[in-house]
T-cell receptor, first 112, second 114 residues
Framework: NAGVTQTPKFRVLKTGQSMTLLCAQD?????MYWYRQDPGMGLRLIHY???????AKGEVPDGYNVSRLKKQNFLLGLESAAPSQTSVYFC???????????FGSGTRLTVV | QQPVQSPQAVILREGEDAVINCSSS?????VHWYRQKHGEAPIFLMI?????EQKGHDKISASFNEKKQQSSLYLTASQLSYSGTYFC???????????????FGKGTHLIIQP
């Protein structure tokens, strides 16, 4: 099992450019999450999904959009990248309430 | 709403014990614990649910005090492989049991020396 796969692993963007981060899980999990991790800040929730076709805002959603058209995929979009979005982005999935999350290996994004 | 972890960092010798605390200002439904090594993804360790049910690993245990809104992670006879950053993630009542995501603390850096 691959678990949770994130692509790309690294990316450098110029301010104002757009991009999409892909998260794919092969465990048939219902719940999927996007977090960003910044030094000294821990993990902060951007958006989440409790099932195919559903999405909701987390703690820091501004500047991001998401879609979950298929159960196994959760996409995170940056429409107009800003230097403040420089971060490591982690996708996570969960089978059910009461179970732990499985995290992807992360995407390191730098916006210059 | 972010839980507070303590200590921020700890250095131990191999074989020593460690306790990491996680405190919340809000009532908790559940507490997750994760370990992250540098440059890697967080790895799930265990979950503690309101009502006392516990899941997790052997050699690493945890407690959940609902009244004090606190959880503690215990690492006994630490091994070199225990080094990393430990995060607690909290879910609150009314959050779908955590379905709408966890709120993570800032982490505790644990260094185990030979």
């Amino acid at each position: 099992n691959a678990g949770v796969t994130q692509t790309p692993k690294f990316r450098v963007l110029k301010t104002g450019q757009s991009m999409t981060l892909l998260c794919a899980q092969d465990m048939n999990h219902e719940y999927m999450y996007w977090y960003r991790q910044d030094p000294g800040m821990g993990l902060r929730l951007i958006h989440y999904s409790v099932g195919e076709g559903t999405t909701a805002k987390g703690e820091v959603p501004d500047g991001y959009n998401v879609s979950r058209l298929k159960k196994q995929n959760f996409l995170l979009g940056l429409e107009s990248a800003a230097p403040s979005q420089t971060s490591v982005y982690f996708c996570a999935s969960g089978r059910a309430v009461g179970d732990g999350y499985t995290f992807g290996s992360g995407t390191r994004l730098t916006v210059v | 709403q972010q839980p507070v972890q303590s200590p921020q960092a700890v250095i131990l010798r191999e074989g020593e014990d460690a306790v990491i605390n996680c405190s919340s200002s809000k009532a908790l439904y559940s507490v997750h614990w994760y370990r992250q090594k540098h440059g890697e993804a967080p790895i799930f360790l265990m979950i503690l649910l309101k009502g006392g049910e516990q899941k997790g690993h052997d050699k690493i245990s945890a407690s959940f005090n609902e009244k004090k809104q606190q959880s503690s992670l215990y690492l006994t006879a630490s091994q070199l492989s225990y080094s990393g950053t430990y995060f607690c993630g909290t879910a609150f009542p009314g959050s779908g049991g955590g379905a709408d995501g966890l709120t993570f603390g800032k982490g505790t850096h644990l260094i185990i020396q030979p």
